[in-house]
């Protein structure tokens, strides 16, 4: 290795590879990523770790498990075939709606230049298909009707908040307000098997989640099942989540974001409701995430960023447990008064 050769600390190598230190050290822990070492210990990461690094990082872009990552890597082309199968099928399929929306440009085009004025309503629709959701709202209780606005949604957005700050709340009537938005409660596990026989297509997408978390640690159980069926169907342009850790165990919980930051997309959105640090790493998370924090004092919600010392970033921070620790809890919620009692 030549002399000149520049070598990175974790911090720097893993900002230059868009990832967090923790994903490096998993990579590595996974035999798939060999840093060396200073004299005293440290990890460095030269021109060959970083360029094995950023095949590794391409790879999980294209949604391979780390499993499949290392058998590509070792020279089996299966696995990436099939990942860039699905990724071709959704690139076609946003082809497709960008397509649609150009066709319903050219038609509005053609009415004015016949004189026909389109109607308002056409323009907006047009315009929210080619953008990201963003929505605006007064908000619920707990909250006295403060307006709430959020621009452009992430791929991945984190609410969290202590119980009983109104997150739930919120959560619902997020969507409801956004332009696709679907609420997946508590008793997502209603009716997953008849949904799954009646849609062959879901059946095998939602079989192909699991095979990818199972090589990545996780654990096969009915929540895992009834969770992915709702994050696999077609539809909703919006998912928003409540408690996504619910019956989950700590490795699935991390196989699990590892699936979802590695399928994200600005096309489909997720709104992830949780107090799992399993599931929000602060350390780990990116540039197009989002955490939205409910304070315990009911102030209107607001977007923290992701580092130490950013205004509100404690408060989120304490509002996080491990898996273990909120398996403890699982199930309490604060109290949901009646729509009767709200209007009161």
């Not at 989120?316 to 209007?343: F, H, K, N």
Request: net charge negative.
């Amino acid at each position: 290795m030549p002399s000149s050769a520049v070598f990175l600390n974790p911090t720097q190598a893993a900002k230059r590879l868009g990832v967090s230190t923790k994903a490096l050290r998993l990579y590595e822990q996974r035999g798939l990523l060999s840093p060396t070492r200073s004299a005293a210990g440290w990890r460095a990461y030269g021109p060959e770790a970083m360029e094995r690094a950023s095949e590794i990082v391409t790879l999980r872009q294209l949604g391979l498990s780390l499993a499949q990552v290392g058998r590509v890597l070792g020279g089996e082309p299966g696995d990436l075939s099939a990942a860039l199968a699905v990724h071709q099928t959704r690139l076609e399929g946003q082809s497709r709606q960008m397509s649609e929306t150009l066709a319903r440009v050219r038609a509005l085009r053609s009415d004015l230049a016949a004189g026909k004025v389109p109607d308002v309503g056409a323009l907006t629709a047009i315009l929210a298909e080619s953008q990201a959701p963003a929505v605006g709202f007064a908000l619920p209780w707990p909250w006295g009707g403060e307006w709430f606005e959020l621009g452009a949604l992430q791929p991945l957005s984190f609410i969290i908040g202590p119980l009983g700050s109104g997150k739930t709340w919120l959560a619902m009537r997020l969507a409801e307000e956004l332009p696709g938005g679907r609420f997946v409660g508590l008793d997502r596990g209603n009716g997953v098997e008849g949904r799954l026989a009646a849609d062959p297509a879901l059946r095998q997408r939602v079989d192909q989640a699991m095979a990818w978390l199972v090589e990545e640690g996780g654990a096969v159980s009915d929540a895992l099942l009834a969770l992915l069926t709702e994050i696999e169907a077609e539809g909703p342009r919006v998912l928003v989540v409540d408690m996504v850790e619910q019956g989950l165990d700590h490795a699935t919980q991390e196989a699990l974001i590892a699936l979802l930051r590695a399928r994200r997309s600005p096309n489909r959105p997720l709104m992830l409701m949780t107090r799992s640090s399993a599931i929000l790493d602060l350390a780990a998370v990116g540039p197009d995430e989002a955490i939205i924090l409910c304070p315990a004092n009911h102030s209107p919600p607001t977007l923290v960023d992701a580092y130490p010392g950013a205004p509100g970033y404690e408060a989120v921070a304490t509002c996080l447990a491990t898996p273990e620790v909120r398996a403890r809890t699982e199930g309490v919620v604060a109290m949901r008064p009646s729509q009767t009692t709200i209007a009161q």
